[in-house]
């Protein structure tokens, strides 16, 4: 009986925790974000959580002017766009968030490189309430 | 990862003896059964010397999704029996915008296995019911939906992630896009089957009239790339993708018939013999080594050059998943037709276009043709299917080619299928 508990949904748990959690493999010590129950370098079942300390750069970044579903309803769109990106933590991983805190009007002024800090937002009410991972200058 | 590198070959061979499609577009009251039809009639014509269809034994169908598309699943079945093959087997194949290109392998497979002699791959999509909010966030769902979607990404947010990368490391400038996208519509123009069958000119000429008529200020772009610098005209999407950047939201069809070499010259004498194939997959975008280049295609291209035997400099015509125009540029690389960081200059020299050393989409590619996604892998066929047949009209390439390649991503690079074929 194998119960799997590094899941999305305790990934998002530990989110909502204001906690960047992932899995190291404790037979290579690859670092893993998210977690992951089967190490992908060395594909060991072997894996304990580590948490990050949230300190990335920025990789790679758009400006999202066609928004989502999702997007719209927190009231982003053509006239508010937002910054989407790629953000490779200091431990090695990278993650895909929301990047607050530059100027998304002037994409040109953005640098690949940027420093970013992990940051928390809680998007939607009551029972639909959400914490979602995003990274800020 | 330890993947042995044999050589792998297809138990016997295997030729595509016909090949049809759709027009490609935005047809109000067509579903992707009536598209299909028109695609799978115009494969039978195709046979030059004529075929029974009740030869053929199985159906791979490629379709990502009609479910949310059309609110139709199980579609396999429905195009087998509403062109008259059922009992025969008939099976879906998802891969995202690979679907196309994965259903094509299956059918491959099968009958290079012995299983079957004569077999249908087909492709559908119908994608123009829903809003384009609904498209957007269907098409999300070819992504990572707990580790990629929450971010606020889109496709097109992902390519344009890929674009400033690419634009980072090797100094590309946005205006290469733009040129990508020109010199699409250009061959797109002379294709009957392309969704946007107009150069950038023409459509800044029909912008004119119609303003001119409408009583509006007539805008004055002095030439094409005017044009696509215009905010109005061709409005940002995700920076640095503009409206013209992005293939259409498309609805249509394809299929080809395959059949075993040994019977291949009973339907025609110059038949497509699918000397490799390669498929690659992946995981989320983030989580790659590289983000200027799609490692699954680097995969399924040396896998399918290895098969077939050859080099990326003896293939003659290309038809690459252009989704957008950073990607035609990055799949320029990944299959070897330039080293990293070259393709942007060989787009802005003009080498990829028609008339250059090394012509890319000559159909028009999936921005100008259009990207019905599970049928985009192929339609690609037809066009090789054409070109190597010296039926691609005004837009054949010179040099009588024998060799074409096929690229067909999902997604961002989750599932790349690559295809070589010879005309013999
Ligand atoms: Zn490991």
């Known amino acids: ?137 | 990862m330890t993947l042995t590198n044999t050589i792998r070959k297809f138990g016997r061979g295997v030729a595509v003896v016909g090949a049809g499609m759709s027009k490609f577009g935005a047809f109000p009251g067509k579903n992707s059964r009536d598209l299909f039809v028109e695609a799978y009639q115009e494969m039978l014509a195709s046979v030059d010397k004529g075929f029974d269809p009740r030869d053929i034994e199985a159906l791979f169908i490629g379709n990502y999704s009609s479910d949310l598309f059309e609110n139709q699943g199980h579609t396999a079945p429905i195009m087998a029996d509403w062109v008259g093959l059922a009992p025969r087997p008939a099976v879906r194949i998802e891969d995202a915008c690979a679907s196309g290109g994965a259903a094509l392998r299956q059918g491959l497979m099968a009958v290079a296995s012995g299983l079957y002699d004569i077999v249908l791959v087909g492709g559908i999509e119908k994608m123009t019911d829903l809003p384009t909010e609904r498209v957007t966030d269907t098409l999300a769902t070819a992504a990572d939906m707990v580790y990629e979607i929450p971010a606020g990404f889109t496709f097109p947010g992902f390519y344009a992630a890929m674009a400033t990368a690419y634009m980072a490391q090797y100094g590309a400038p946005t205006d290469v896009f733009l040129q990508v996208g020109y010199k699409n519509h250009e061959s797109g123009a002379l294709n009957d089957k392309a969704q946007f069958g107009q150069r950038i000119a023409d459509i800044m000429e029909a912008r004119k009239k119609s303003a001119a008529k409408k009583g509006q200020p007539i805008p004055t772009w002095a030439n094409e790339m005017e044009f696509l610098h215009d905010n109005r005209a061709n409005p940002m999407i995700a920076w640095p993708m503009r409206l013209y950047d992005c293939s259409p939201i498309s609805d249509g069809a394809a299929a080809v018939l395959l059949v075993s070499e040994e019977i291949a010259n009973r339907f025609t004498d110059a038949s497509l013999h699918v000397i490799g194939a390669g498929q690659a997959s992946d995981g989320a975008l983030h989580d790659r080594a590289t983000l200027t280049a799609i490692p699954s295609a680097k995969k399924a291209a040396q896998d399918a050059y290895a098969m077939a035997g050859v080099k990326p400099a003896d293939i003659g015509v290309v038809e690459v998943h252009d989704c957008f125009t950073i990607a035609e540029i990055v799949a320029s690389e990944d299959l070897g037709f330039f080293a990293p960081g070259e393709g942007w200059k060989a787009a802005e020299d003009g080498v990829t276009a028609r008339g250059g050393a090394r012509p890319i989409n000559t159909s028009g590619g999936l921005k100008s043709k259009g990207h019905p996604v599970g049928a985009s892998g192929v339609g690609q066929v037809i066009e090789i299917w054409k070109q190597l047949r010296g039926q691609a009209g005004a837009r054949q390439l010179d040099g009588n080619p024998s060799l074409g390649l096929t690229h067909n991503v999902g997604g961002t690079g989750q599932t790349c299928v690559v295809h070589i074929f010879e005309r013999r």
């Not at chain 1, 002017?65 to 999702?70: F, H, K, L, R």
């Open chain 1, 1 to 137: 009986m194998v119960d799997n508990i590094f899941t999305g949904t305790a990934f998002y748990k530990a989110v909502g925790e204001h906690k960047l959690m992932g899995t190291r493999c404790k037979a290579c010590g690859e670092i893993h974000l998210p977690p992951r129950p089967i190490c992908p370098k060395c594909l060991s079942g072997d894996v304990a959580w580590v948490e990050f300390g949230g300190k990335g750069k920025l990789t790679a970044f758009t400006v999202i002017y066609i928004a989502p579903t999702a997007m719209i309803a927190a009231g982003y769109g053509r006239n508010n766009p937002y910054i989407a990106g790629i953000v490779q933590l200091e431990e090695g991983p990278s993650v895909s968030a929301q990047i607050l805190g530059l100027d998304a009007t002037k994409p040109e002024s953005i640098a690949i490189g940027a420093p970013l800090t992990a940051s928390f937002v809680e998007r939607g009410e009551g029972e639909a309430k959400k914490t979602f991972l995003a990274f800020n200058a």
